[in-house]
């Protein structure tokens, strides 16, 4: 069975920080990993996605997430964060062709 | 860009009554995916669609729910008998592939039974 956690339902950072949500999940095998951004009324959009090869990738609008197999973690990271990044964020693990998503994370932007 | 759609943007029924959600996915994909989120909770997994017929799908999709392809774009997904505990967002997606994995989300429907 696979599972994710998202660590924080709420974070809060000042705009041109770091923007750093938290992720940690469980699975049998390699799992493939994923971060979908969900904006007001709207569906959810891949940001970007692990499945081989590099453990750091980037992903759309300057997040990156690295994937560390000895922590099971695949943290997202935006060096400065922008008005425009306040968001729900969600967590993925796949294996087949189902999604099993964290509960999100809602990053708030502070002027 | 391509993109999947979803309607209506919310449908409101009573309790007892047939809902059917349409969805029409990303023309060239060939897999299909229901999912729903109930208020303040997780985004979960419903079923999977592909060649006409279901590939996978959840222990929430029971004999109350069935998913369908009635022609070459509309994918459906219809509840017979809505409860209560249904109401919730729910969201179809496409993938060209299983490859990567990589699904496309409508913006999804918003259901709520009374």
């Known amino acids: 069975a696979q599972s994710v956690t998202q660590l924080g339902s709420h974070v809060s950072v000042s705009e041109g920080a770091l923007v750093l949500l938290r992720c940690n999940y469980s699975s049998s095998v390699p799992p493939y990993l994923f971060w979908y951004v969900q904006y007001p009324n709207q569906g959810l959009q891949l940001l970007l996605k692990?499945?081989?090869?590099?453990?750091l990738v980037k992903g759309i609008n300057g997040f990156e997430a690295e994937f560390k197999k000895s922590e099971t973690s695949f943290h997202l990271t935006k060096p400065s964060a922008h008005m425009s990044d306040a968001a729900e964020y969600f967590c993925a693990v796949s294996r087949t062709e189902k999604l099993t998503f964290g509960t999100g994370t809602r990053l708030t932007i502070i002027p | 860009e391509p993109e999947v759609t979803q309607t209506p943007s919310h449908q409101v029924t009573q309790m007892g009554q047939e809902v059917i959600l349409r969805c029409v996915p990303i023309?060239?994909?060939?897999?299909f995916y229901w999912y729903r989120q109930i208020l303040g909770q997780k985004v979960e997994f419903l079923v999977s669609f592909y060649n006409n017929e279901i590939s996978e799908k959840s222990e929430i999709f029971d004999d109350q729910f069935s998913v369908e392809r009635p022609d070459g774009s509309n994918f459906t997904l219809k509840i017979r008998s809505t409860k209560l505990e249904d109401s919730a967002m729910y969201f179809c997606a496409s993938s060209p592939l299983v490859a990567d994995y990589e699904q496309y989300f409508g913006p999804g429907t918003r259901l709520t039974v009374t």
């Open positions: 023309s060239n994909h060939l897999y």
């Open positions: 692990y499945t081989t090869g590099a453990t």
